[in-house]
């Protein structure tokens, strides 16, 4: 996965809600900060049996970047596994030399 547009209907609403909350400088329910990580929060939204992760970074620039979405699998518990981590921080590394551009 890693693309917002193949998770099922009701995710995509509920992660652009909760994305246009960040926008409002408001927090949806489903938003926590990810911890290792300094203004990244993740949405997490449950499905069926399943639950898919969208994380995001704010206060960078004036733009709110959406760094990956995943469908989280429980072979980690609730850890987030370290592949998706570092594609967190390679995505917030890019997101912030954009910024540094505008």
Same mark, same amino acid.
């Given at each position: 996965?890693?693309?917002? #547009?193949?998770?099922?209907?009701?995710? #995509? @609403?509920?992660?652009?809600?909760? %994305? @246009? $909350?960040?926008?409002?400088?408001? *927090?949806? @329910? $489903?938003? *926590?900060? %990810? #911890?290792?990580?300094?203004?990244?929060?993740? !949405?997490?939204?449950p499905y069926h049996t399943d639950t898919y $992760?969208?994380?995001?970074?704010?206060? =960078?620039?004036?733009? =709110?970047?959406?760094?990956?979405t995943f469908k989280k699998k429980s072979k980690?518990? !609730?850890?987030? &596994?370290? &592949?998706?981590? *570092?594609? !967190?921080?390679? $995505?917030? *590394?890019?997101?912030?030399? %954009?910024?540094?551009?505008e």
């Open positions: 996965m890693g693309d917002l #547009k193949e998770c099922p209907d009701e995710v #995509k @609403h509920e992660v652009g809600f909760a %994305l @246009h $909350r960040a926008q409002e400088g408001k *927090k949806h @329910h $489903r938003v *926590k900060p %990810l #911890k290792g990580f300094k203004g990244v929060f993740e !949405i997490v939204a $992760r969208t994380v995001y970074a704010v206060k =960078i620039g004036k733009c =709110i970047y959406v760094l990956h980690s518990g !609730i850890k987030t &596994p370290m &592949p998706v981590l *570092k594609t !967190i921080r390679a $995505r917030l *590394k890019q997101a912030m030399d %954009l910024a540094k551009e």
